[in-house]
Nanobody, 115 residues
Framework: QVQLVESGGGLVQPGGSLRLSCTAS????????MGWYRQAPGKQREWVATITSGGSTMYPDSVKGRFTISRDNAKSMVYLQMNSLKPEDTAVYYCNTIPITKDYWGQGTQVAVSS
């Protein structure tokens, strides 16, 4: 049984930082390309970051230079360090494989950026 469990969200002021974590079980994590996604209220889910099995990373322009994805294969975990947060970063954040495996969606972790 595959489980992806996200954690680390919270309320932060604009300009602040958060570090999200995702713990994977039931998959061969080390060979998977992993990603972070987010869904803001009333909007479609969007891609936020990618990390390959070899550690290469990619980001959309909206978060490039502010967000950093990393992974620890020994712990089957993927992280998202988010700096210089903006109100528009407010969303529920999810991890999943890339390409997406729809059965793998977890509950996500809520990030709210507000003063």
């Amino acid at each position: 049984q595959v489980q992806l469990v996200e954690s680390g969200g919270g309320l932060v002021q604009p300009g602040g930082s958060l570090r999200l974590s995702c713990t994977a079980s039931g998959i061969r994590f080390s060979i998977k390309t992993m990603g972070w996604y987010r869904q803001a209220p009333g909007k479609q889910r969007e891609w936020v970051a990618t990390i390959t099995s070899g550690g290469s990373t990619m980001y959309p322009d909206s978060v490039k230079g502010r967000f950093t994805i990393s992974r620890d294969n020994a712990k089957s975990m993927v992280y998202l360090q988010m700096n210089s947060l903006k109100p528009e970063d407010t969303a529920v954040y999810y991890c999943n494989t890339i390409p997406i495996t729809k059965d793998y969606w977890g509950q996500g972790t809520q990030v709210a950026v507000s003063s």
